[in-house]
């Protein structure tokens, strides 16, 4: 294909801001009194902040209102903004350096589609902020994914058309949401989960640019 471009999600790709998530909402429901745990978690991949506390609420047979939901996650947002404010550039995955600057010297654009409305902060923490051409994230979008929606609108900050794009995400409803955008998707992770995934990397470091660029 002729790619122009490649769209990378944040969480499980970059960077591993899963665990710092999954600690946050567990003090939040053990407040709760409903049992959450690290498994429970993986439920949650892509998902974002009310779908993740309306299916904790769920576990636990609650239903609240909007106003007490709201409180709920500002509560949890804060404890994970201060557990993230301790990331650094050592947190990046190793792989993801190289793999920006060969996509730089072959002239590719790189772009961001995060589900999370941290996504601008934590890719400044990790020392990367300057290296995407163009950062969508939740803050920006009204549907989540498996909704094409952060993807379609990266492209457009880009300024390339979904066909020139390729999407790397490690969730299944981040490569249904790349499909459904038009684009060509790359996973990270379990190809047998990952069945929409023209291709299938374990991790960042295993891609091989030219492989990737010739799906």
């Not at 949650?44 to 909007?66: A, F």
Request: aromatic share 6%.
């Amino acid at each position: 294909m002729n790619c122009h471009a490649v769209i990378f999600d944040l969480d499980g790709v970059l960077t591993d801001t899963a665990i710092y998530h999954f600690h946050a909402w567990k003090a939040l429901a053990d407040k709760l009194g409903i049992a959450f745990t690290e498994h429970d978690n993986e439920q949650l991949k892509g998902v974002d902040r009310l779908g993740s506390l309306r299916w904790i609420l769920q576990q636990g047979g609650l239903t609240l209102s909007e106003a007490e939901e709201a409180r709920l996650m500002q509560q949890k947002n804060a404890h994970y903004l201060a557990l993230i404010d301790h990331m650094t550039a050592a947190d990046l995955y190793p792989g993801v350096q190289p793999l920006f600057a060969a996509l730089r010297q072959s002239g590719i654009k790189i772009g961001l589609a995060s589900a999370s409305k941290n996504a601008a902060f934590v890719v400044q923490r990790l020392g990367i902020a300057a290296q995407f051409d163009y950062i969508a994230d939740a803050n920006q979008v009204v549907n989540s994914k498996p909704d094409p929606e952060v993807f379609l609108l990266a492209a457009k900050g880009l300024g390339v058309t979904p066909e020139g794009c390729i999407g790397v995400e490690d969730a299944l409803a981040g490569i249904e949401a790349i499909n459904r955008a038009g684009m060509k998707a790359i996973g990270i992770g379990d190809a047998k989960v990952l069945s929409g995934a023209i291709r299938v990397y374990p991790n960042v470091k295993a891609i091989k640019l030219e492989e990737m660029l010739g799906v």
